[in-house]
């Protein structure tokens, strides 16, 4: 899996960054991405990246403060003028089926594909055979979510020694006793994958937060992540100005990524009053705190390992 950053601007777009999106490419589970907010801008990012709009399976919205879903009426309607019908599911708090369903109407807009909304709650929203999505209630101004993406667990690998020690010749099967499943061989034995794979390999967890001041809540949705995305709107000197208006700090975001023992912290969703002559300084407001961490950039790409 791989995270690509198609906005990190908060309230309003800069010259560098445009306001907060986020693609999940699902490389190497499927062919397909899900996206993480749609602030104003979103589809001209995407046409000026790999991504195509059709291959767009489920979108998450983490709070309806515009910042964050002006741009997903254009997208839905462009996504519908290109002509597919690929189904696509729009997932976000409770609102957010009336906001796209008042724009659709008013402009006349209509829909080529299967448009579902589902108004969420805290807890597990699906599991997928794949991987499973958690929502947390975080602490804004407006109801606002985080998302837990966990990869199912991995078979361990097949020992082939051991299979060539107990007289299992290579065939067919293999693939199946790599998944763990039973098979027959042609002499009648009876041969259980699973008595012949290694340690299952934990899945990739990554954690996407939408906009929050510190929050109990924030660890169980972060913990041991891969991968912890948050909002670093301000810096440390204003801090309660940031708190406030129910938004982080550098350091309280730096601070819970330590305490939730994440592997890589990525701070994203500065304020518009920062240009790219102060990312050094906030950077180093984060790593004081948490060493493993980088700023966003728009079209910045991560690989989830």
């Not at 909304?117 to 599991?127: C, K, Y």
Request: hydrophobic share 35%; net charge negative.
């Amino acid at each position: 899996m791989e995270l690509t950053f198609l906005g990190t601007s908060a309230g309003v777009p800069t010259k560098e960054r445009n306001v907060t999106s986020i693609i999940l490419n699902l490389v190497g589970i499927r062919k397909g991405y899900w996206l993480f907010d749609c602030g104003e801008g979103t589809q001209h990012r995407i046409l000026n990246s790999p991504f195509k709009t059709p291959k767009i399976e489920k979108i998450f919205i983490t709070h309806l403060h515009g910042d964050h879903i002006f741009g997903l009426p254009g997208l839905l309607c462009s996504r519908s003028m290109g002509g597919t019908t690929d189904p696509l599911t729009l997932y976000g708090p409770k609102g957010l089926k009336q906001y796209v369903e008042i724009v659709l109407s008013v402009s006349d807009s209509f829909m080529t594909y299967p448009l579902e909304i589902v108004e969420i709650e805290a807890g597990e929203l699906f599991d997928d055979g794949e991987l499973v999505v958690t929502a947390y209630r975080l602490d804004h101004r407006v109801e606002c979510y985080g998302y837990r993406i966990e990869e199912h667990p991995k078979p361990g690998a097949l020992n082939v020694q051991k299979l060539e020690q107990d007289g299992i010749p290579r065939g067919p099967w293999m693939q199946a006793l790599k998944k763990g499943e039973v098979i027959e061989l042609e002499d009648g034995r009876s041969v259980n994958g699973a008595d012949y794979l290694g340690e299952p390999v934990a899945g990739k967890v990554v954690a996407i937060f939408g906009d929050t001041t510190p929050t109990p809540e924030a660890l169980l949705l972060a913990k041991n992540a891969n991968v912890m995305v948050h909002e670093t709107t301000l810096e440390v000197a204003l801090e309660v100005k940031a708190n406030e208006h129910g938004h982080s700090s550098t350091r309280q975001a730096a601070q819970l990524a330590k305490q939730a023992n994440v592997k890589r912290f990525i701070a994203t969703h500065l304020s518009g009053r920062y240009g790219p002559a102060d990312l050094p300084r906030l950077l180093a407001e984060c790593q004081a705190e948490f060493p493993e961490t980088q700023i966003a950039k728009d079209y910045l790409t991560v690989k989830i390992e």
